[in-house]
């Protein structure tokens, strides 16, 4: 028996998956993360969003950076409540040390997802306006369709400012998805998502001793506190 149209639909629509890629450093990966996760997830319909933190981040000073193995059990620990939710390997620190730059993550996760998988890549709206000192950025706005998670007062001008106008000519960006369309690519907007905390807070409270329930994942917060993250070191310390 054949089956009916609407069959068909159901078993094209399941062999299109939306995938993510979330990348930070994540030191560590707190609440705000995972709220933007799931406001991208919820309104572009996300199968997955791969959670990658940078092993060796081209733009960051790595002596000052928590060891990748810390900072990926965090991800791991914080990943465990959503099933949409995966902890990346993508960019684990190489033997030779040598940087990891998104578009060869990209061109990596393209290469290991196939075809029928449409690949996104979750970025918030101050780092994406990082992003022309990024390796080949032009190369990568090609490459994968861009979510911004905005926030509430941010000049959104700002993002379509770093956008090569030659690139992604604009579409209205007052309407309720704001979107920026290129032949095979687009950069849209998540709008409204209010992270009051970043990764820089969370450190400064636990190193003078304050507690941080609810800016991270209750098992993350166990974590930190056992392994002593962000302690202020011991005078016998080196």
């Not at 190369?139 to 926030?151: A, C, E, K, P």
Request: aromatic share 8%.
């Amino acid at each position: 028996m054949r089956p009916t149209p609407c069959a068909w639909t159901i078993l094209r629509t399941r062999l299109l998956v939306n995938i993510a890629l979330f990348g930070g450093t994540f030191d560590p990966i707190h609440s705000g993360h995972l709220l933007a996760a799931r406001a991208a997830a919820r309104k572009f319909r996300l199968d997955r969003i791969l959670f990658v933190p940078s092993g060796n981040p081209p733009h960051k000073v790595h002596n000052r950076l928590t060891s990748f193995p810390h900072r990926f059990a965090m991800v791991a620990l914080a990943c465990a409540g959503d099933r949409r939710f995966i902890p990346s390997l993508l960019e684990a620190p190489r033997a030779d040390g040598r940087p990891h730059y998104s578009v060869e993550t990209v061109r990596a996760a393209k290469r290991s997802l196939g075809a029928r998988h449409r690949l996104f890549f979750l970025i918030g709206a101050d780092a994406f306006l990082d992003l022309p000192h990024w390796k080949d950025y032009r190369r990568l706005l090609g490459t994968v369709n861009f979510i911004v998670v905005s926030r509430p007062g941010f000049a959104e001008q700002k993002i379509w400012d770093t956008i090569p106008r030659n690139l992604l000519p604009l579409a209205d960006s007052r309407s309720p998805d704001a979107i920026a369309k290129r032949r095979q690519t687009s950069v849209i907007v998540l709008r409204g998502v209010d992270v009051p905390v970043a990764s820089r807070d969370i450190r400064e409270a636990v190193h003078a001793g304050r507690r941080v329930t609810g800016l991270v994942p209750p098992l993350v917060e166990q974590y930190i506190r056992k392994e002593g993250l962000y302690r202020p070191a011991s005078p016998g310390s080196k």
